[in-house]
């Protein structure tokens, strides 16, 4: 079944770095996109990034673009997502997701997901 191990959160300063990483397993992982979203308690849930299959493109939602990159490595089957120049408001839990094909979907459609790893970006 598939498996999806998020790790890397913890508490960083704004303006400061932080690298999660999603191990995954119970499928055939270069064969499928990967994303990353998150959530606020009582807030929806955010799509954040994702990349095709081979790594051949990679996307952001407004609000990290410039500041955070994704990034994959099919041979350990895991996938990153490293941020910089965080603010307050990327405080969340972070989430890694199984997207249904090879490219870009929407949201709802990524049915596989993560238990999460918290990111807390405060002074």
């Known amino acids: 079944q598939v498996q999806l191990v998020e790790s890397g959160g913890g508490l960083a300063q704004p303006g400061g770095s932080l690298k999660l990483t999603c191990a995954a397993s119970g499928f055939t992982f270069s064969n499928y996109a990967m994303n990353w979203g998150r959530q606020v308690p009582g807030k929806a849930f955010e799509w954040v990034s994702g990349?095709?299959?081979?790594?051949?493109?990679?996307y952001y939602a407004d609000s990290v673009k410039g500041r955070f990159t994704i990034s994959r490595d099919n041979a350990k089957n895991t996938v990153s997502l490293q941020m910089s120049s965080l603010k307050p408001e990327d405080t969340a839990r972070y989430y890694c997701g199984k997207g249904p094909g090879t490219s870009r979907s929407t949201l709802l459609e990524i049915t596989n997901w993560g238990q999460g790893t918290q990111v807390t970006v405060s002074s």
């Open positions: 990349i095709e299959d081979d790594g051949s493109d990679t």
